[in-house]
């Protein structure tokens, strides 16, 4: 069911067991190969999920985004975004772009999709660079899922055989689009009390597309 706040239209939730989320043109996602374990368990640190932590801690440091090449000759790019942990984010789409929100409150709290709809929200927002979407269509997935092992159960909804909803399939216009990526940490904290929703000020954080060219 679409949700429409402010200007955003919300379009999907997925989740996530940990670790960052993938953002990518839909037709270079099968070329991801996710997480890639030896006998040992251990990461292949040759496989996209580890290149894409990489980016994500250069030098022991720690970014919430970043870019990588991928595929065959590093053909493709994508980028990455760090959701602080487990659990669900939203997508949005608008006339011009795309929004990924993760907040800690359930959807009957309106207060972080609220936030993101305003200018104050786009205040310290960190520019992560440019993105091309030739084709429009958009692949937000769980990291970690090799693309080889995603099934699609619905027109926009990606799955693994044993967790569902790890990624969607979305549409904006084809182009360039300028990153950036921000948060709020919100006066009443990242959860909500137990009972009825009261509105509130919850803490959220959120990946910014917006067409350039």
Partial sequence: MIDN???LSWVARIGNEG???LICAAETFDDWT???FDAEWQLDPACDLARAEAVLSP???EEEAGLL????????????WQMDGG???EIATTGDGLLIMRSWVGREHEGPRRHVTTPGARIGEVDDGEIDLPTGRVAVVWAAAPAAEVVRSSPDQLDLPELLNIGALTS???GRYRIGHG??????????????PVGGDHSCRWIRLERSA
């Fill in 19 to 21: 670790g960052p989320l």
């Fill in 59 to 61: 030098d022991d440091d």
């Fill in 34 to 36: 996710g997480a890639v």
């Fill in 183 to 196: 948060h709020h940490d919100g006066a009443d904290g990242r959860y909500a009390p137990a009972g009825p």
């Fill in 69 to 80: 090449r991928f595929g065959p000759d590093g053909r493709h790019s994508g980028l990455v």
């Fill in 172 to 174: 904006v216009p084809p």
């Fill in 87 to 89: 659990g669900v984010a």
């Fill in 5 to 7: 706040t402010g200007s």
